[in-house]
C-alpha cells in the first residue's frame, strides 16, 4: 500500500523475504492500515539501514515491523537508532529452518527491546496484527476493526470434526 505517509514500514533483509513478510502487509490491508514494505538490509545496505532506522520517527512511521533471515541484525539494529516500537519476524531459512534467524533477532541484550514473532509466515501475519493493535490504543475506529477481524476468525472456526 503506498500511500504517501504510513504509520507502518515493513522493512526486510532481501527481496527474498517478500513472500514471507507479505504476510504483514494483507494483515495490515485487511485491516485497513497503510503501510510502506522496502528492502533494507543490515549487511548489504548498511547505510540505507541507518538512513531508514535514523529517520524513521520524523518519516510519521509508529511502527515498524523487521523480517530478516539467517543472521538477522536487522531488527536489533534497527531497535538501536529508534525509539518506535520494531517487530522483528523470524524469515525461515533454508539451511537452518529459521532457527538461526529467531535466535538472532530475539536473543537481544537488555535495553534494547525488540518484539520477536514466531518464525515464517505466522509471525509476519501476527506482526501485522500487533502494529495494528499497537496503532488502535490511539484510533477507536482501527479498534473496532481489529475486534471485527478476531470475531470473524472465531465464526469462521467450526466446532465440527467433520464438513
Ligand atoms: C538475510 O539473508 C535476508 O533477510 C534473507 O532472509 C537472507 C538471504 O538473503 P538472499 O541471499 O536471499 O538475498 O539478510
Do not use: C
Request: hydrophobic fraction near 50%; avoid cysteine; charged fraction near 20%.
Amino acid at each position: 500500500m503506498n500511500a504517501e505517509s504510513a504509520p507502518v514500514a515493513i522493512i526486510m533483509g532481501s527481496r527474498s523475504d517478500w513472500p514471507t513478510m507479505k504476510a504483514a502487509a494483507d494483515a495490515l490491508e485487511a485491516l485497513g492500515v497503510a503501510y510502506h514494505a522496502k528492502v533494507v538490509s543490515a549487511h548489504r545496505t548498511p547505510d540505507r539501514m541507518y538512513a531508514f532506522a535514523k529517520g524513521a520517527k520524523a518519516a510519521g512511521y509508529k511502527v515498524i515491523i523487521a523480517g530478516a533471515g539467517g543472521a538477522a541484525h536487522l531488527p536489533g539494529m534497527t531497535a538501536s537508532m529508534t525509539e518506535l516500537p520494531v517487530l522483528g519476524v523470524p524469515v525461515e531459512s533454508k539451511a537452518l529452518k529459521g532457527m538461526d534467524s529467531l535466535l538472532s533477532i530475539v536473543q537481544m541484550p537488555g535495553g534494547i527491546p525488540v518484539a520477536t514473532l514466531a518464525i515464517g509466515e505466522a509471525g509476519a501475519r501476527n506482526a501485522g496484527l500487533l502494529a495494528a493493535r499497537i496503532l488502535a490504543l490511539g484510533d477507536a475506529d482501527l479498534a473496532q476493526r481489529v475486534a471485527e477481524y478476531a470475531a470473524r476468525q472465531s465464526d469462521m472456526v467450526s466446532e465440527s470434526v467433520e464438513d
